[in-house]
């Protein structure tokens, strides 16, 4: 037993029994999450994150339908193709009345139906009577709000809670907590009927139903300071359609030859919008369900590198959220360094209390890179000047920091080294306790420099180099290059591993490489450090088969002795690191190799749930007729895992976009044998749009402009 607390970290989740038992129904809207069992409830079966969520809090864990004192029976449950709404079919099993008599089986239909809506869950329930003799029905909502911070359903244990009390009028339930941070949380139950019963813990009812006659319920759970509206179909279905409607909002529209491609690029298009949230700076993806629903600094700036030729406008306000939020002093509490960009924030009570370190925590080495290259890659994909200048100052603080904090030990490179002792151990994305480690199992010691850190770095430099230059100043800009030319021949000399034909995983604090074999190069051919005469043999050990388990790649090699494929990085596959390590290989013009990775996440989509990928599954070598090993405790949906099939399009395509002047180029173009055809309608370049078809052919791809509004170029280079 001690030896698993010792593992327990940020990257931990207490698993206490396995997701792939119990499908769940998520749904998600601003700062309000759901996680619901295939009936349409939550508390009684399955995982334990279960609830309703609202601001890092569950503010239902218990909300559960019963017919007749019992579950009904299960027709069917879908999530909307849109993530707007759960729709739940049931019917009664046989109910005993007393003596002889009962309620057969079938002869009550039930659906119902939930949505969230501005820190509100909107549910109805329509009971139909089918039978051909009058009912007495007997309906039971059983409800409890726990009001656990997030952290204490991940598994952390807390000495002290709160105080909880409940407040019942005739149609009004509110549940109620007062936290230890002073912040007093509300649940408010509002039904359409007067209940036959209604208390702290239920709501009941019992209506006489005549043969095909219908009871309709609506009630409304609101998690805000809000009084709300009184819940009614008409007020039911006015929100559901405006929430449907800005879900379904897409500017760039992508359908190809194949039908399921088209689902996964569907669904991963709904999870991005349903994850998408409104920031007062803009909209901000949030990084995952159940764990991770909100900011995240290299989450939110990897998705919206994913998704920016599709939406720049994620971009946009990824950038200005976090510029927001840039930090500006040194506050080692929260591991914050004046320039650095954020890592994350929390609203639970936890995080105000200061039992966790992350209501705003800056404990990420490479999140403040990372904003560098996607103000770059904004600035490159719109051409967007206003915000250019507005960002110019946040990139020079974040310039400042890499040189001068980010740089723990003044050797050139950006290492971590974490101030408090309840930060995070490791502050790259492989976050967890034990990924950083030596060919012989050792765990590294810090300050550690990682191998891709130095790649954002250079890439980094390159794009503000750009952005300098466009700002008009030259004589910055030369120094950036230079000063990125200088990285790129020190990291050769201090990573570059000829024996393992790639790059050591990192430095640890005494500059011993960490010479094991890992996915983390493939983000090294993304940021172009690598030189070119290398960039083969970084793809060969990449596509191996110690690393390509046939689904993507692990993240460590098979042989490593920390190889474990049911771990969180040491071996498991992760969707975003194979988008990043495709784009990679594309660069170096290696886009056959990239569609392997296209093709393996592709035929993993068909074989999970709602063709939606989820945050990592494990490195099991792919078995024919077999789908991939799912991880227990992996999010689902994750943002950077949907917007990942974004990615991995561009690479196959060698798409490049630029708006300055507006060009489209498709250098040397590759479709996998299952996309005979790929349109692309309305992709905004600059001041222009135009629709373009990719059609595969025997040994090339061709494109045919089908209409095209402005000035714009349009190449192909093979």
């Known amino acids: ?71 009904p029976l299960l027709l069917s449950s879908t999530v909307h193709e849109h993530n707007a709404f759960v729709a739940v079919d049931l019917t009664n099993p046989d109910i005993p ?13 039930v659906f119902r139906s939930m949505f969230l809506w501005q820190g509100q869950l909107f549910c109805r329930t329509r009971v139909f009577n089918y039978g051909d003799t009058e009912l007495d029905t007997d309906i ?69 139903l005549q043969p095909h006659e219908a009871f309709e319920l609506y009630h409304i759970a609101n998690f805000t300071d809000g009084e709300g509206d009184r819940p009614s179909a008409d007020h039911f279905l006015h929100n559901r359609e405006r929430l449907v409607h800005r879900l379904e909002g897409r500017r760039t529209t992508i359908k190809t030859s194949n039908e399921q491609f088209n689902h996964w690029l569907d669904r991963s298009t709904a999870d ?51 510029a927001a939020n840039q930090a500006d002093r040194l506050s080692p ?107 012989d199992g050792h765990l590294a010691d810090g300050p550690i420099a990682l ?39 020190k990291f050769e000399a201090a990573f570059w591993l000829e024996d393992l034909g790639t790059y050591a995983l990192a430095l640890d604090g005494a500059k011993r490489p960490c010479r094991v074999e890992s996915s983390n190069p493939g983000h090294l051919l993304y940021c172009g450090i690598v030189p070119h005469e290398r960039a083969k043999q970084v793809a060969d050990s990449l596509m191996g088969p110690e690393l390509f388990s046939g689904w993507g790649v692990r993240t460590l090699a098979e042989r490593e002795r920390r190889y474990n494929p049911m771990s969180y990085h040491n071996g498991s596959i992760w969707p975003h690191d194979n988008a990043l390590a495709a784009a990679g290989l594309a660069r170096y013009g ?31 070598p792919r078995q024919a007729g077999q789908g991939p090993t799912l991880y227990p405790v992996a999010c689902i949906p994750q943002a950077w895992a949907a917007g990942s099939a974004f990615m991995l399009l561009e690479a196959v395509l060698g798409m490049q976009l630029t708006a300055n002047p507006p060009g489209i180029l498709f250098h040397r173009p590759v479709l996998p044998d299952f996309l005979d055809r790929v349109e692309i309608g309305n992709l905004v370049v600059g001041n222009s749009s135009v629709d373009v078809i990719l059609n595969r052919h025997p040994h090339s791809v061709g494109i045919n402009v089908m209409r095209r509004e402005g000035e714009v170029d349009i190449r192909m280079e093979m």
């Open 97 to 109: 009345l007393g003596g002889e008599r009962l309620i057969p089986r079938g002869a009550i239909h």
């Open 140 to 208: 039971t909502l059983l409800f409890e709000a726990d009001f656990a911070d997030i952290f204490e359903v991940r598994g952390v244990t807390r000495k002290k809670r709160g105080r909880h009390w409940a407040d019942v009028s005739e149609t009004t339930v509110s549940l109620c907590y007062e936290g230890l941070d002073g912040i007093t949380r509300r649940t408010r139950l509002d039904f359409s009927e007067k209940p036959t019963e209604l208390s702290a813990e239920h709501a009941r009812f019992t209506p006489r």
């Open 1 to 71: 037993m001690s030896d698993i607390i010792k593992i327990k970290g940020h990257a931990y989740v207490l698993a206490t029994s396995p997701r792939v038992a119990m499908r769940t129904l998520t749904l998600k809207d601003g700062d309000t999450f759901a996680v619901f069992d295939r009936y349409g409830d939550t508390g009684s079966f399955g995982a334990g994150e279960q609830g309703i969520y609202h601001r890092g809090t569950r503010m239902l864990s218990h909300h559960e339908f019963h017919l007749g004192h019992q579950r």
């Open 590 to 620: 290696m886009a056959d190799r990239a569609q392997k990775i296209l093709a393996g996440m592709f035929d993993a989509a068909l074989a999970v749930d709602l063709n939606r990928l989820p945050e990592l599954f494990c490195g099991f």
């Open 451 to 489: 191998c891709e850190v130095q790649g954002y770095v250079y890439a980094g430099k390159q794009g503000a180099a750009d952005m300098a230059q466009a700002l008009g100043m030259s004589e910055r800009a030369h120094t950036l290059r230079r000063q990125a030319a200088e990285l790129r021949e």
């Open 333 to 439: 509490v929260q591991d914050a360094e004046p320039g650095k960009i954020l890592h994350e924030w929390r609203e639970g009570e936890m995080a105000n209390l200061g039992e966790v370190p992350y209501g705003s925590y800056y404990g990420s080495a490479d999140s403040t890179p990372l904003f560098l290259m996607l103000a770059a890659a904004y600035w490159r994909r719109t051409g967007d000047r206003a915000t250019l200048e507005a960002l110019w100052p946040h990139v020079e603080r974040a310039l400042e920091w890499i040189a001068q904090h980010g740089d723990v030990d003044g050797d050139g490179f950006v290492e971590y080294a974490r101030k408090r002792p309840e930060g995070l151990t490791n502050q790259g994305w492989k976050d967890s306790e034990d990924s950083v480690m030596h060919a």
């Open 272 to 322: 991005l919008r349903m994850l998408e949230t409104r920031t007062p700076d803009g909209p901000y993806p949030y990084a995952g369900v159940p764990w991770f629903s909100t900011v995240f600094g290299r989450d939110g700036i990897i998705t919206a590198l994913e998704y920016l030729w599709v939406d720049p406008d994620m971009a946009k306000g990824v950038l200005a959220t976090l």
